[in-house]
């Protein structure tokens, strides 16, 4: 790629001017189909490394003649967003950190990354807090199952709620990452408070063993219709509309719930789902085995209907996902699939919440 005009200009300035231009610009420059980052700092290599096992390579930063300064002009398509690290050696050690010039970061269970984004990527107004907009409030439940102890199911309720009118109802799987990562109680004040979707309660629900119940677990799918919904409908007044969510293996328990039990969910919502063909090899096998059993004896007929699947396009499973959707729409489900240029990301599913939400549950 054409080394930027940016990096040219910077070669043949001192080191205040460097200073200078760091100080007064925003990190990495993005352009249409391109982003350029700087390094600043004694380094014997640095190297941009992806946090997004779909996206490709690792990407080494240039070092600019005579300055401890580095740089790195990397091809990204417009709307993509990017999280990465920057790989740092130093005296035959390397260190992983977040890019020092880029103040945007986002959150995960691991940890935090740096992000980049692209040309033409905006952070959804559903997913930014607006003044006045009225928040909803939240109930633990505790319910005994047969999985083991009490599980937690935490309980959105919305702005406004009245016990004398009946809500649709959402259950979420992964429910705590959810809130943590996916600023899903945000986007759902935002939503209704626009009138995107109707008041909706919303069960968060929080795994124990989240590998092995989500697996397609008989047991767990079980505890969501045979033990939390009875809760859930002698505490709250629900409808008849009640859709079930997840992502990643969470989708897949959504998916293997909404089988097993079909008369229980209308509707579906899976994101990025780990729609594994085959069982793998080793240690995958425990749990890849039981997911591709199910995909293997899956009847779509007996699923909800009315099917919303998204997944980005720098996911390994980009191609499971797109043959799931083929499969349901074969099966003459109502189906709406949608991809965008990101990876296996909480934002990324933050990010289409807004669009599977008003397509399953018009306001």
């Known amino acids: 790629m054409k080394k930027p005009d940016v990096v040219s200009e910077l070669e043949t300035v001192d080191k205040e001017a460097i200073d200078g231009y760091i100080a007064q610009h925003d990190f990495p420059i993005v352009e249409s189909g391109q982003a350029t980052f700087l390094f600043r700092g004694p380094a014997d290599a640095v190297s941009l490394r992806p946090m997004i096992a779909g996206f490709p390579g690792t990407h080494h930063f240039a070092a600019l003649n005579g300055h401890d300064l580095w740089w790195l002009a990397l091809p ?77 199911v935490t309980v959105y309720l919305p702005a406004g709620f009245d016990r004398g009118h009946r809500y649709p109802l959402l259950f979420v799987h992964d429910g ?45 799918a079980d505890f969501v219709v045979e033990e939390s919904l009875p809760r859930i409908e002698q505490e709250y007044p629900i409808s008849d509309r009640r859709l079930v969510m997840g992502a990643s293996l969470g989708a897949v328990a959504a998916l ?52 919303y699947l998204s997944c980005g ?10 043959y799931m959707a083929q499969r349901l729409q074969k099966a003459q489900l109502s189906v709406k699939y949608s991809e965008s240029r990101d990876g296996h990301t909480w934002e990324a599913w933050r990010d289409r919440l807004a669009e599977g939400l008003s397509w399953l549950l018009p306001g």
């Open 176 to 220: 705590g990452d959810y809130l943590t990562y996916g600023s899903m109680a945000l986007v759902l004040d935002n939503l209704i408070h626009w009138k995107v979707i109707p008041p909706v309660i919303t069960a968060f629900s929080w795994p124990g063993d989240r590998l092995h119940e989500y697996a397609a677990n008989p047991s767990h």
């Open 256 to 307: 293997h719930t909404a089988w097993k039990h079909n008369k229980a969910f209308n509707g579906l919502l899976l994101q990025s789902g780990t729609f594994a063909q085959t069982a793998g090899w080793g240690s995958a096998q425990a749990l890849l085995g039981p997911v591709a059993d199910l995909l293997h004896r899956l009847e779509p007929s007996s699923l909800p209907r009315q099917v």
């Open 313 to 322: 396009t720098y996911e390994r499973m980009i191609g499971e996902n797109r």
């Open 76 to 152: 990204l398509p417009d709307g993509a967003r990017l999280e990465y690290k920057l790989e740092v050696q130093r005296d035959h050690h390397a260190e992983w950190v977040n890019d020092p010039l880029n103040p945007i970061t986002t959150t995960n269970p691991f940890g935090t990354n740096s992000v980049c984004r692209g040309f033409g990527y905006r952070v959804p107004d559903f997913a930014e807090i607006h003044e006045g907009t009225p928040t909803g409030s939240f109930e633990d439940q505790w319910i005994g199952s047969r999985l083991g102890g009490d599980r937690k």
